[in-house]
């Protein structure tokens, strides 16, 4: 069984179908970047997942345990208990375009609020935690400081520290540089690849796509909705067989 399931996802605003039928498997520590034209529903897919957004039809299982599910011949999807959705949620860290730090916190204390909120955790026992991820980020000397003192870069590794500080078994990144300047970005991008390398299970929607094909063990092409192509990077980026990929590809790489 895979480590993540989202199955036959259909997902609308109104009249305006934006996932039709997608469907994704994942292996524990398996690297997947979803790429795409804005408007393809690269970041409504991702949102699904992290019970940001609830779907119309199609199932989503992580681990084994349904967040939600439709059964035969059902007008719609069936979504678990609330206490089970908030378990399944509590697997996941989410990173986004914008940094959504509190800005009346410390870096410090916005790695150890939730923590502290949501799993009751002794401040004792997280400041460890804390102080590790934030060495891992290249910011425990910034730890006194508030967001608004930081650049967009150092903002966006607190945000991936947060999100670490509650020990998640996945990471969803929803196009985690497109709010930086060049200069910042490639600091981002290096702390994502670290956890590609410690093997954490990561969705990155993403427009950098030297780092896709960098970091990804396999890259979605998502295009009306729909998934266009997917495969190995190296296919994909090297010998893409969807006309739409093709095109994207060549508007993006385009020198």
Known sequence: MAFIDMLHIEKSFGSVAVLQDVSLSMD????????????????TFLRCLGQLETIQKGTIRIDGAIL??????????????K????QLLLNMGMVFQSFNLFPHMTVLENIMVAPRMVKGMKEVDI???????LEKVGLWNKRDVYPSTL?????????IARALAMKPK??????????????FTSEVLRTIKELAEENMTMIIVT??????????????????????????PEDVFGNPQNPRTQSFLNSMLRV
């Open 28 to 43: 524990r520590g398996e690297v997947v970047s979803i790429i795409g034209p804005s408007g393809s529903g690269k970041s």
């Open 127 to 133: 400041l460890p935690i804390a102080q590790s991820l």
């Open 68 to 81: 939600v599910d439709t059964p035969a011949n059902a007008n719609e999807a069936i979504y678990a208990s």
């Open 170 to 183: 996945i990471m969803l990144f929803d196009e985690p540089t497109s709010a930086l300047d060049p200069e």
């Open 151 to 159: 650049s967009g870069g150092q903002k966006q590794r607190v945000a």
């Open 207 to 232: 427009h950098e796509m030297a780092f896709a094909r960098e970091v990804a063990d396999r890259v979605i092409f998502m295009a009306d909705g729909k998934i266009q192509e997917e495969g190995a």
């Open 83 to 86: 206490e089970e959705q908030q």
